[in-house]
Nanobody
Framework: VQLQAFGGGLVQAGGSLRLSCAASGFTFDDYTIAWFRQAPGKEREGLSC????????WHKDSVKDRFTVTADNAKKTVFLQMNSLRPEDTAVYYC???????????????????WGQGTQVTVSS
């Protein structure tokens, strides 16, 4: 299983970015893909996820009005569209994957066995 997250960068507050998570080495349609982030000095937090079997999604309350997770199954890629970015969104963003057995919003972080390398998002004020 390989995951590669990319698309991060420097953006001004109020701007947008779209992160991508390219997957390979497993049956994409059988997995849940999630996005996490870790800011300096803070714990990693889950942001959103998508179940590739049924297309159901989950977003953390604090970002659900600004972030949207989607997938292109043909390209085996999951996206995180981030709008109205704030300086507090500055973090390293990771994608993670695990077999989809239930609603992805019920997964705990420790259940994800496969992680990408992370992509830095910096939002300037």
């Amino acid at each position: 299983v390989q995951l590669q997250a990319f698309g991060g960068g420097l953006v001004q507050a109020g701007g947008s970015l779209r992160l991508s998570c390219a997957a390979s080495g497993f049956t994409f349609d059988d997995y849940t893909i999630a996005w996490f982030r870790q800011a300096p000095g803070k714990e990693r937090e889950g942001l959103s996820c998508i179940n590739e079997i049924d297309g159901s999604t989950w977003h953390k309350d604090s970002v659900k009005d600004r972030f949207t997770v989607t997938a292109d199954n043909a390209k085996k890629t999951v996206f995180l569209q981030m709008n109205s970015l704030r300086p507090e969104d500055t973090a390293v963003y990771y994608c993670a994957a695990d077999r989809a057995f239930r609603y992805c919003g019920d997964y705990a972080e420790y259940e994800y066995d496969n992680w990408g390398q992370g992509t830095q998002v910096t939002v300037s004020s």
